[in-house]
Every structure is written in structure tokens, then in C-alpha cells.
């Protein structure tokens, strides 16, 4: 499997753009999982059903599961510092490419999505494990670079650009325990 990290501060268009390389990916045949940074506390259950239910009670994890979907919910006891690569390990194996949205401080290789109009700073100055650059705004970029600026509004740009470089993706999980 191939796994690319997508930093960058909030508002500068992550999401948008995962799901624009998802759909990219997609197209060419490619199965997609996605790892997703939250904050604090976040829900998926709806108060009131069967797994908020069994959840609230106490149970430790719960999973639903349908003909089309399954979903694991874990409650942790104490507060967990988990990384991308904890979350990476408890994926499927069969995927062809993991987006990691979010961890920019993780030790991946990453894009930047970087968005001036956000005025949050540049990370791809100081931050090794950046190995691209998705940006609306090239000509506003805080720093010369000779990595690759990619345009963050052309997300089949960017799946292709992922696509050609995909041996450098490749992820080797025994390189991170």
C-alpha cells in the first residue's frame, strides 16, 4: 500500500481536496482508505441508537456491521496519543493508497495544502517530510522551493502526480515501529 500525508492549517482546503483526489484515485481503479486527524471529542454515533446505547452503557468497543458497511467505535479509558501509523496498522491491507488528512506533525511524506489567504505560515521551509506543495496562490509562496507546486483546485492533477510517484509512497510499516 501507498500512504501520503495531506498538512496543512484549517481552512486551507484539506478535506475538499482529499475528497477530490478520492474520487481521482477511484477512476483508475484504485481502492482508498483515509485516516483522518480529529480533535477532541467527535461523535459518530446518534444519541439514542442501538451503538450510542451500547456505548453509553460502557462498553468498551462496539461494531456495527451491514451487508454494506461496518464501523468500530473504541472508548478510551484514559486519553490515547495515537499516530497515523497506529491508525494505519488497523486498516485493511487490500488498499492501493491511504490519505492521511491531518497529523502534520507526523514523520509521513506529505503535501502542504497551503492557502495564504488563511495567514497561517508555510510548513514546507522548515518540515523535511513535505514532498509537495497544493496551492492556489504559487506566486505568493513565502519561500523559493524546488519541490513540486501542484494546483490545489485540479485534484486529478494531483492523483496523477501521486500516481507517477507512487513507489515513493510505498509504506513499509517495520520503518516506523
Request: hydrophobic share 45%; no cysteine.
Amino acid at each position: 500500500m501507498k500512504v501520503v500525508g495531506f498538512a496543512g492549517f484549517s481552512g486551507a482546503g484539506k478535506t475538499t481536496l482529499v475528497e477530490g483526489v478520492i474520487a481521482a484515485l477511484r477512476a483508475r481503479g484504485l481502492r482508498v482508505s483515509v485516516v483522518k486527524h480529529a480533535h477532541h471529542s467527535f461523535e459518530i454515533d446518534q444519541p439514542g441508537k442501538d451503538t450510542w446505547r451500547h456505548r453509553e452503557a460502557g462498553a468498551y468497543e462496539v461494531v456495527a456491521a451491514s451487508s454494506q458497511r461496518m464501523a468500530l467505535v473504541r472508548t478510551f479509558d484514559e486519553p490515547q496519543a495515537l499516530t497515523a501509523h497506529h491508525l494505519i496498522r488497523a486498516l485493511h491491507p487490500g488498499v492501493d493508497w491511504v490519505l492521511v488528512e491531518g497529523f502534520k506533525e507526523s514523520n509521513l511524506l506529505k503535501l502542504e495544502v497551503w492557502r495564504p489567504d488563511t495567514d497561517k505560515p508555510a510548513r514546507y521551509p522548515d518540515d523535511a517530510f513535505v514532498v509537495a506543495i497544493a496551492t492556489d496562490a504559487p506566486d505568493r509562496m513565502p519561500e523559493p522551493t524546488l519541490r513540486p507546486v501542484l494546483d490545489l483546485n485540479s485534484p486529478e492533477v494531483i492523483a496523477s502526480w501521486l500516481v507517477e510517484n507512487g513507489a515513493r509512497f510505498e509504506y513499509v510499516p517495520e520503518a516506523y515501529i
